[in-house]
């Protein structure tokens, strides 16, 4: 079976920074993508940043420039360092890897940024 396990949310002031963690236990073939995604009250779930085969990656246009998405192929771990936080980036956030041709997702942590 596989698990994600994520770490690293909390409150925070506005500017301020935090580092997210996800790890990957398992077996893993291949990781084809690791991405982070977010959920707000009352908003959809959007794709934060994503880093894919090529080291290539991915932002949406709400961080480009504050977050940093970054992997440890050899841990099976993505990090999103998240600078310059604002209190709009509240919300939960989601881990998901894909291997092969599944889908896995963590169970989410709170990011909190208050004023």
């Known amino acids: 079976q596989v698990q994600l396990v994520e770490s690293g949310g909390g409150l925070v002031q506005a500017g301020g920074s935090l580092r997210l963690s996800c790890a990957a236990s398992?077996?893993?073939?291949?990781?084809?993508?690791m991405e982070w995604y977010r959920q707000a009250p009352g908003k959809q779930r959007e794709l934060v940043a994503g880093?894919?085969?090529?080291?290539?990656?991915n932002y949406a246009d709400s961080v480009k420039g504050r977050f940093t998405i970054s992997r440890d192929a050899a841990k099976n771990t993505v990090y999103l360092q998240m600078n310059s936080l604002k209190p709009e980036d509240t919300a939960v956030y989601y881990c998901?890897?894909?291997?092969?041709?599944?889908?896995?997702w963590g169970q989410g942590t709170q990011v909190t940024v208050s004023s």
């Open positions: 398992g077996s893993f073939f291949s990781i084809n993508a």
């Open positions: 998901a890897v894909t291997s092969g041709s599944r889908k896995y």
């Open positions: 880093i894919l085969s090529g080291s290539i990656t």
